[in-house]
């Protein structure tokens, strides 16, 4: 990235390509699962299924490009 000094201050100047295209379900997701630490108890509080959940994290990560999760049978 480049940065461009204003009065004496570091501003840094976002590229397109540095921009996260995710859409706003896509990051709610995210947040729920985190916090449930469960696709399950995500998806319920979300009103959605667990495998549309586990879509839509799929895609994020996928976007991001990097794994959000550490996923196993206890949970997240």
């Known amino acids: 990235m480049q940065q461009v000094l204003h009065r004496g201050g570091a501003s840094t100047q976002h590229r397109p390509e540095d921009v996260l295209d995710a859409s706003w379900d896509d990051l709610k997701s995210f ?6 630490r ?10 959605v299924t ?27």
């Open 31 to 36: 947040l729920a699962c985190a916090r449930h």
């Open 38 to 47: 469960s696709f399950r108890h995500a998806a319920d509080l979300l009103g």
């Open 50 to 76: 667990s495998t549309t959940l586990m879509r839509r994290i799929d895609r994020l990560e996928e976007r991001i490009g990097c794994r959000l999760f550490l996923r196993d049978q206890s949970g997240l």
